[in-house]
């Protein structure tokens, strides 16, 4: 199975308009983060892990030509704004996009994307189709197995998503006993770290480490990076040997 990060950037993207900052003008391409947003490829199928406002270009830049569904961790706009972009692979493939999220982000996406869900849409407009899904419950799509993992961005619940021994995790504070335990066992496990400085809703650097020294996998990648962590360059140094930072575009394979 082939995971491809498709952006490990914040909301705000790296570089971050008008900022000045040395991560922002960094020449080193590891420096340069889109919108967080995961590919998984096997046997064919395509699935993605959520649509960001970079997701068109994510699309061409690593030459996906079909999409079999989405999958969404929650319903910030950093998460979802690009959802439109769908529309060519619902043109291509003739059927509906299959969105796999909780009820409470379908039922955002529908009011965002109500053209979308329209009994009578205008010519053009992408058609999707909702799967509520909840944390614990397993699903398939194709032959590959997900099990949805609820944790904590700061009040909200987001999905981490689980498919065998490899596990993405994003814009997450807090994780429960419960879910620590339906995430032991990762080997290969993708975790956020916004930057040094502790904050109200996203894991930093420090609390990464934490709960990664928990789960113990073989090895781990940091993504949803802020321009405030500092130049990769500088920070990866300060990292275990299995930890590792996720960049755009890095593509590694995992065992289903």
Known sequence: MQITFLGTGTSQGVPVIGCDC???LSSDPRDDRQRCS?????????IVIDTGPDFRVQMLRNKVKTLDAV????????HIAGLDDVRPFVFRQRKEMPIFA?????DALKVRFEYAFSANPYPGAPRLLTNDI?????FKIGDIEILPIEVMHG???????KVGTFTYVTDANHISEESIELIKGTKTLIINSLHMEKHYSHYNLEEALEVINI???DICYLTHISHSMGLTAEWESKLPPNV?????GLSFKVNK
């Open 215 to 217: 789960i113990n996998p």
């Open 244 to 248: 590792f930072p996720a960049s755009d």
């Open 102 to 106: 909780t009820k409470q982000v379908n």
């Open 22 to 24: 040395k991560v922002c």
């Open 134 to 138: 909840e944390s614990n419950n397993p």
């Open 71 to 78: 999958l969404m961790t929650h319903e910030h706009n950093d």
């Open 38 to 46: 995961l590919l998984i490829s096997h046997n064919d199928i395509n």
């Open 155 to 161: 009040r909200l619940p987001v999905l981490a998503f």
